[in-house]
């Protein structure tokens, strides 16, 4: 999924190709999904054709486009959206594949051509991404209901504690909140909180000040050196943990070209779907870990040694190195798991069986064992 870095980086490439140059002719496709804020495919191409572009901006994962008058086009990638320029490399993304010989690309969803000849297109696969026309973006839903961007406004250490310290929640819950802070995705999330040696379920209310101390640097760290090398993953530290976090660690260390011909074969194995959870699936958990080492299947490890397991938090596949990432509090945990088993809606259907449930969602059909049903007459009293 792009996230703050890969955000960036498409919206460097719009401003180079874009700037300046006047949109000659719109095409789109008809997308009630992803055109949205009341906005149809025939609305955007009126509003944006014949229109010049000033600038481009950037909050978090959204970027919109500034025109020589409004509305201006906020672009949202969700899961697998993307920018393509004719005539040059797709923008490569380790969990989804954007190359594509045809022009127009594949699941387009428009493109622009310039007054130069230029021809830029928007694709989304899984139709999650989002395409609006806003008047005031920076004072107008999605982006006013963002939190700081860690790149442009990101608190100062004092004020972070205090955000973060008002919460109760798992760490990674919190920064998975757009309105906490925006941009961070899952990779991000995973990569801040091992160099940060927090567990991501680690209660925000049992953070240190020196925890926080290095989270703060961390996101700082991560997300600037991502945008500063434009989310290229070839130049990440080695030592990163986004190498070795993808497809749950069972491919090894990630680069362009061995994401690619993974990303090849995954497509062909599976159906196009449009279920964001398929892609954020249950990770394994420590015990699997164990179990998969018993019988001699490979572990996900860094180069140090260390292993990596996946548990899932915040509804979202995490990758732990328990080596340096450690829980303080696993009791809470636990518990929080045992209430969850035993949650009142649980416990009144405790007793029921297969076919108790049956008859309650369909109380007009033919049991086949008349004793079992309750106004039968061979199950009332003579």
Not at 172 to 190: V, Y
Not at 222 to 247: E, G, S
Not at 336 to 349: D, I, L, N, Q
Request: aromatic share 6%; net charge positive.
């Amino acid at each position: 999924m792009p996230e703050l870095p890969e955000v960036e980086r498409a919206r460097r490439v719009v401003e180079r190709v874009c700037k300046g140059k006047r949109i000659v002719r719109v095409q789109t496709v008809e997308d009630g999904l992803v055109y949205t804020g009341g906005i149809s495919h025939s609305d955007f191409k009126s509003s944006v054709e014949g229109r010049t572009v000033l600038s481009t901006h950037r909050r978090g994962k959204l970027f919109y486009i500034e025109l020589d008058s409004r509305p201006f086009p906020v672009l949202h990638f969700g899961m697998t959206g993307s920018i393509r320029v004719h005539g040059e490399p797709s923008l490569h993304y380790v969990d989804f594949d954007t190359s594509d010989r045809n022009w127009p690309p594949r699941f387009w969803k428009f493109e622009m051509e310039l007054d130069d000849g230029t021809k830029l297109a928007f694709t989304d696969p899984r139709r999650l991404a989002r395409i609006r026309l806003v008047n005031e973006p920076l004072q107008e839903p999605p982006i006013v209901e963002l939190g700081p961007d860690p790149v442009h406004d990101m608190p100062l250490l004092t004020d972070f504690s205090q955000m973060v310290r008002k919460r109760v929640k798992p760490i990674k819950s919190l920064l998975l909140d757009q309105a906490f802070m925006a941009g961070i995705g899952n990779w991000i999330a995973d990569e801040v909180l091992y160099q940060a040696h927090i567990h991501p379920e680690e209660n925000t209310q049992l953070l240190t000040d020196d925890d926080l101390l290095r989270l703060h640097t961390s996101i700082l760290y991560v997300i600037k050196h991502a945008c500063n090398v434009d989310a290229d993953c070839d130049k990440f530290p080695k030592t990163w943990l986004f190498h070795y976090r993808w497809f749950k660690g069972k491919r090894g260390k990630v680069t362009k070209e061995k994401s690619k011909k993974s990303n090849r074969k995954r497509k062909r194995a599976e159906d196009d779907e449009d279920d964001e959870d398929d892609d954020e699936a249950a990770g394994d958990s420590s015990d699997d870990i164990a179990a998969r080492k018993k019988t001699g299947v490979e572990v996900p490890e860094l180069p140090n040694g260390h292993r990596i397991i996946f548990e899932t938090v915040a509804g979202r596949t995490s990758a732990i190195v328990p080596a340096v990432q450690i829980l303080r509090n696993p009791v809470m945990k636990r518990k929080k798991s045992s209430e969850k088993k035993r949650s009142p809606e649980a416990a009144g259907t405790e007793g029921s069986t297969q076919k108790d449930h049956r008859r309650k969602l369909f109380p007009n059909r033919p049991c086949k064992n008349p004793k079992s049903m309750p106004n039968s007459p061979k199950s009332r009293a003579p």
